[in-house]
C-alpha cells in the first residue's frame, strides 16, 4: 500500500533536521543503465578498484539489498570552501574531517526515524556497492552532468551523497532534466583527457584515481599532468558555471585547520602523519603514498630550497618514494638549468 504523502514530507523534514541540505526519494526499481556499468568495467576504466567487479547483482538490483525493499531515501550535504592558500592543492572534499562517519552517523538516526515507522533499512556512503549519482538522480536531486558528478540547482556537484534503502513506501520526487547544455567546461579541462566522451569517465585517467585510489608508482605520463595536485582534483567541479553560486558548507568540522608545508611532511614519520591525518581522508593513503604524491607535486612546481629534503628521501629505504624523490629533483634541477641559461642568454642591462 503506498504511504501516505504525509510520511513523505515528514521524512523529508527529518533528513533536513537532521542537517542535510537536500533529501529526495527514488523507487526500488530504479533506472540504472546496467549495460553501461558492465562495460565500464570490462573496459578496464575501473583502473585498480577490484572491488568495483563484485557483487554486481546488488550494485545493479538495489531491490535485493533488503526484502521487501520499496524506496530509496537520497541525502546531499554541501562541502563546497574557498580555496585555501597553501602550496600544493588538497581537493575541497578531503579538506577538513572524513565524511564518511559524519554522514552515516545522521543516516543512523533517519533509519531510527523511518524504523519508528514500521520500515526496515540499510544506510550508505560509499559503504557498498550502490550507484549513488543515477539514483540520486532518480530521486530528484539533479542531473548527471558531463562531468559525469550529480549537479545539484542550488549546490552544484559541490554535494556529498548518502542513501538509505527502505521497505517504507515514499512518494518518487519528479525527475529533474539535463541543464548542461551546449556547455563542455569540465571535459576541456581536464589535465589527464579522462573524459573519453561526455557523461563518461575514464577513471584510471581521473587524478583522484591516480593520487588517492591508485597503489605503486604513478605512471610517468601523467606525473606532469598532476601539477600541483596532492591529493584528488577539482578542476571539472571548479570551472562549472552551476558551481558559481556555492556558498560555504555549514558543517565547521569540513574546513579545513592548516597544514605545514609540503616540504615538512617529506621529512615525517608515521606518528607525524598520523597526528594531522587521523580522522580525515587523507589517513587512507598513509605515509609513502602521501610522499610518492608529494614528489610528484615538487617536481612539478618545486623550488632549489626543496632539494636536500627530496636528496634524504632519493636515498631512502622505500623503493617506490626513492624514484619519485629522483624524478623530483631532476625536474627541479632542470628547471633551474634552463632558467640560468636564460638569463646567460639576456643583453647586459
Ligand atoms: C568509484 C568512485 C570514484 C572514481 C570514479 C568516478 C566516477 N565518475 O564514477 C574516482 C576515483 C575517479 C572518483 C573521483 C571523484 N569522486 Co568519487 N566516487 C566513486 C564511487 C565510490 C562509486 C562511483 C561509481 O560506481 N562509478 C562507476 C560509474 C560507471 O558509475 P556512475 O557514474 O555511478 O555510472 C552510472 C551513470 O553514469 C550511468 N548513466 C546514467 N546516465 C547516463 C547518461 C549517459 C550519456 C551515459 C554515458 C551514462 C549514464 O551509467 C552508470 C551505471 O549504470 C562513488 C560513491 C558511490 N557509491 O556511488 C563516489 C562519488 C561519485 N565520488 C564523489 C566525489 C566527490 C568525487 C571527486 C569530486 C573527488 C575529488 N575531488 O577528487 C572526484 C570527481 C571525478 C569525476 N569527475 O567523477 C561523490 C560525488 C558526489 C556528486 N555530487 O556527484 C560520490 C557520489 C561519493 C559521495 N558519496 O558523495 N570517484
Ligand atoms: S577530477 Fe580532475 S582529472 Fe578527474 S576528471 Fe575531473 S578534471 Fe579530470
Ligand atoms: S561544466 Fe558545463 S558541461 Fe560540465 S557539468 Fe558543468 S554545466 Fe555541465
Not at 529526495?24 to 583502473?47: D, N, Q, S, T
Not at 567546461?185 to 566522451?197: E, G, H, K, Q
Not at 579545513?256 to 587521523?278: I, M, Q, V
Amino acid at each position: 500500500m503506498p504511504a501516505p504523502p504525509s510520511l513523505t514530507r515528514q521524512c523529508r523534514e527529518e533528513a533536513l533536521r537532521l542537517g542535510f541540505d537536500a533529501c529526495g526519494f527514488a523507487p526500488i526499481e530504479v533506472k540504472l543503465r546496467k549495460e553501461y556499468y558492465r562495460r565500464w568495467i570490462e573496459e578496464g576504466r575501473h583502473g585498480n578498484m577490484s572491488w568495483m567487479e563484485r557483487n554486481n547483482d546488488r550494485r545493479l538490483n538495489p531491490a535485493k539489498i533488503i526484502p521487501g525493499a520499496r524506496s530509496i531515501v537520497m541525502v546531499g550535504l554541501n562541502y563546497f570552501q574557498p580555496e585555501p592558500d597553501m602550496r600544493g592543492r588538497i581537493a575541497k572534499y578531503a579538506l577538513g574531517r572524513d565524511y564518511h562517519p559524519l554522514i552515516y552517523k545522521r543516516l543512523k538516526k533517519l533509519c531510527a526515524w523511518m524504523r519508528e515507522r514500521g520500515g526496515a533499512q540499510k544506510p550508505y556512503v560509499d559503504t557498498g556497492p550502490l550507484l549513488e549519482k543515477p539514483i540520486a538522480v532518480e530521486a530528484g536531486l539533479g542531473w548527471l552532468s558531463k562531468s559525469t558528478l550529480l549537479l545539484h540547482r542550488r549546490f552544484g556537484t559541490w554535494l556529498f551523497l548518502g542513501a538509505v534503502v527502505t521497505t517504507l513506501e515514499f512518494e518518487p520526487d519528479p525527475v529533474d532534466s539535463d541543464h548542461c547544455g551546449s556547455c563542455r567546461r569540465c571535459l576541456d579541462v581536464c589535465p589527464t583527457d579522462a573524459f573519453p566522451a561526455p557523461y563518461q569517465l575514464d577513471a584510471s585517467r581521473c587524478i583522484s584515481y591516480l593520487t588517492i585510489e591508485h597503489r605503486g608508482s604513478i605512471p610517468m605520463t601523467f606525473r606532469e599532468a598532476i601539477g600541483d595536485r596532492v591529493f584528488g582534483c577539482d578542476d571539472c567541479l571548479d570551472v562549472c558555471p552551476w558551481n558559481r553560486w556555492a556558498r560555504t558548507t555549514r558543517e565547521t568540522k569540513f574546513l579545513f585547520p592548516g597544514l605545514p608545508d609540503l616540504r615538512e611532511t617529506l621529512s615525517w614519520k608515521e606518528a607525524d602523519f598520523n597526528r594531522h591525518f587521523r580522522g580525515t581522508s587523507l589517513a587512507r593513503l598513509k605515509l609513502p603514498r602521501w610522499k610518492r604524491n608529494v614528489c610528484v607535486v615538487l617536481g612539478n612546481i618545486g623550488v632549489e630550497a626543496d632539494l636536500p629534503a627530496l636528496a634524504c628521501l632519493a636515498r631512502g629505504t622505500d623503493p617506490m618514494v626513492a624514484e619519485h624523490a629522483h624524478w623530483a629533483i631532476g625536474k627541479i634541477t632542470s628547471r633551474q638549468v634552463s632558467k640560468k641559461e636564460a638569463v646567460k642568454g639576456m643583453p647586459p642591462s
